[in-house]
């Protein structure tokens, strides 16, 4: 015969499991996708020789590229958490509006 009998200890074991790998698979996405962002390093390399690398510098450090990569993990986790997702690349609109 199969014990049907659920106890409140069972569910609260199996809802805390599930919230534990839920946060751990968040995590890891979310560490994926920036890698992916992230992936060709510095992409300042393939610039032709005419940009003006002045400019370049700035850009950079307007957008804090100059920062570790764990600092950058963080803000942008910090940005998807408040829901600001970036600026789109095909006009002035923020995703987020």
């Known amino acids: 015969m199969i ?3 659920i106890s409140k200890h069972n569910i609260r074991d ?4 599930r ?3 839920a946060v751990i698979a968040f995590f890891a ?3 994926m996708i920036f890698s992916i ?7 300042m390399i393939y610039l032709p020789s005419y940009v003006d690398m002045g400019a370049v510098e700035r850009y950079m450090e307007e957008y804090n590229w100059n920062d570790p990569l764990i600092f ?3 803000r942008w986790m910090g940005n ?5 997702f970036g600026e789109s690349i095909m006009g ?5 509006k």
Do not use: M
Not at 14 to 17: A, G, K, P
Not at 37 to 43: F, K, M, S, T, V
Not at 80 to 84: K, L, M, N, S, Y
């Open 37 to 43: 962002i992230h992936l060709p390093g510095d992409e």
């Open 80 to 84: 998807i958490f408040r829901g600001d």
């Open 92 to 96: 002035d609109s923020y995703y987020s």
């Open 3 to 5: 014990n049907t009998h």
């Open 14 to 17: 199996f809802v805390i499991r």
């Open 72 to 74: 950058n993990y963080a």
């Open 19 to 21: 919230v534990l790998i």
């Open 29 to 31: 996405i979310s560490l």
